[in-house]
């Protein structure tokens, strides 16, 4: 049986992802929210097992989790106890986000808006403007067409590590990507064999920058990853909006 998204994953997820990239990725976070942002307090939305929440928590931000998946948020916490950080941690789809208050900073990194089709980024863009407060900030970012229809789509990875190895099989369709993932996670002198499905949606740049437009947000910055030019063959384009 195939499980929904991030459950199988949940446990191993920041065992696969951490690394130096990913440490200056979240040191670039932290920087663009302190050089943009008037105020302390945000939410990080979509945030999985709260990597880049805590980075922001370590800075000094009053930041809140928030998460579809309840396996992702139950590993945030524990990790969240483990380094002694008092974060909060929400289960919602961000496309029906709600909060009783005001935020300086909204944050969705590494692919959240990727998993949302054209209707639901919509809501989830005026969800975000609403819980902005007056000149707060959006920073968000998503993977490309290019990576998600050249590189990700109709191909197959795979990984062999010491304590988890895996299968990710991708199959593209139109402005669909499904991805069906394997995981052989070990436990003790065994294996345990865990299969769960994702499915992403391609956004173009101009689709997204149009939405925010229409959405009333103003200052809207675009570039690619880590910051810099955008190419024809860039993978992830970061942006920074205001309310």
């Not at 951490?18 to 670039?28: F, I, K, L, P, V």
């Not at 939305?45 to 800075?59: V, Y």
Request: net charge negative; with cysteine; aromatic share 10%.
């Amino acid at each position: 049986m195939i499980n929904d998204a991030y459950t199988a994953l949940a446990g191993v997820y920041e065992n696969l992802i951490c690394d130096d990239d990913y440490n200056a990725w979240a040191s670039m976070v932290v920087e663009t929210i302190k050089t943009s942002v008037n105020g302390t307090i945000g939410l990080d939305l979509a945030c999985g097992s709260g990597f880049f929440t805590r980075a922001l928590k370590r800075a000094g931000f009053k930041v809140t989790g928030v998460d579809i998946s309840q396996e992702m948020l139950c590993v945030a916490k524990q990790k969240c106890q483990s380094e002694g950080l008092n974060i909060e941690f929400l289960c919602q789809d961000i496309s029906k986000l709600k909060t009783f208050n005001k935020v300086d900073f909204v944050t969705i990194i590494n692919d959240g808006i990727n998993y949302l089709n054209k209707s639901q980024l919509e809501r989830a863009f005026k969800r975000v403007r609403s819980a902005l407060k007056p000149d707060g900030v959006l920073f968000f970012d998503f993977s490309t067409e290019y990576k998600l229809t050249e590189v990700i789509g109709n191909n197959l990875f795979g990984e062999d590590r010491e304590d988890v190895s895996y299968l990710w099989f991708n199959s593209l369709d139109g402005d669909t990507v499904k991805m069906d993932l394997s995981f052989f996670i070990k436990d003790g002198d065994r294996y345990i064999k865990k299969e769960e499905s994702h499915v992403q949606y391609v956004h173009t740049l101009d689709q997204v920058v149009g939405l925010l437009e229409k959405l009333g947000y103003k200052s809207i910055i675009a570039q690619n990853h880590m910051g810099g030019e955008i190419k024809k063959d860039t993978q992830r384009i970061q942006i920074l909006a205001r309310r």
